[in-house]
């Protein structure tokens, strides 16, 4: 893997961004993807999205996930154990 896309990975990890909050880590992506993408920008639903050759007649669409799982921790036993809500 180049060094490059490795700390990408490493930043969109370290960014907390769960659902309903994904706007740190898609700031990242935004940033990571202008460099090869014609356009970036972000539409009224808050997907963000990179266009290379937008006025192309063909059309391929890559779709992923920026948001991750949250829990919200609503209990710590003496054990150790955690109760989520």
């Not at 309903?20 to 920008?41: D, H, L, M």
């Not at 808050?46 to 779709?63: C, D, E, H, K, W």
């Amino acid at each position: 893997m180049r060094q490059e896309s490795f700390d990408f990975l490493k930043s969109v990890l370290k960014s907390p961004s769960p659902s309903g909050y994904e706007q740190p880590v898609q700031e990242i992506w935004r940033a990571y993807t202008s460099a090869f993408s014609s356009k970036v920008y972000t539409d009224v639903h808050g997907n963000s999205i990179g266009a290379v050759n937008p006025q192309g007649t063909s059309r391929v669409l890559f779709a992923g996930h920026c948001d991750e799982i949250g829990f919200m921790v609503r209990y710590i036993e003496e054990k150790g154990f955690l109760y989520f809500g």
